[in-house]
């Protein structure tokens, strides 16, 4: 056992780390009691079942998912933020000229 070859992979840990914390961050925004009403369960079920929220969320991260998208929330592509980026930057480049 000390010599075997672990399956683990540091890539989908640190995503499995932040679907976790946006998981928790997701379920502290809203009150435990109004979690346990729409699900109409007892309010110490939520806390309960949240425990197992890991071990799921080490599924989700490898079989792809890098993100969980909330209400408000939009995820932009990568090359869409950077041209949002450059754009900010040379918006703020000519308001530094011109001042």
Same mark, same amino acid.
């Given at each position: 056992? /000390?010599?075997?070859?672990?399956?683990?992979?540091?890539?989908?840990? #640190?995503?499995?780390?932040? &679907?976790?914390?946006?998981? +928790?961050?997701?379920?502290?925004?809203?009150?435990? $009691?109004?979690?346990?009403?729409? &699900?109409?369960?007892?309010?110490? *079920?939520? &806390?309960?079942?949240?425990?197992? @929220?890991?071990? *799921?969320?080490?599924?989700?991260?490898?079989?792809? /998912?890098? =993100? #969980?998208? #909330?209400?408000?929330?939009?995820? @932009?592509? @990568? =090359?869409? +933020?950077?041209?949002?980026?450059?754009?900010?930057?040379?918006?703020?480049?000519?308001?530094? /000229?011109? $001042?």
């Amino acid at each position: 056992m /000390v010599n075997a070859k672990t399956r683990k992979n540091s890539a989908i840990e #640190f995503i499995s780390r932040h &679907l976790v914390a946006a998981a +928790y961050q997701a379920i502290i925004r809203v009150k435990q $009691t109004n979690i346990a009403k729409i &699900l109409g369960v007892a309010d110490s *079920t939520v &806390l309960r079942r949240s425990e197992k @929220l890991t071990e *799921t969320i080490d599924i989700l991260a490898a079989s792809g /998912v890098q =993100d #969980f998208v #909330f209400e408000g929330e939009k995820k @932009l592509p @990568l =090359d869409e +933020y950077r041209y949002l980026l450059r754009s900010a930057m040379k918006l703020a480049r000519i308001h530094l /000229v011109g $001042t």
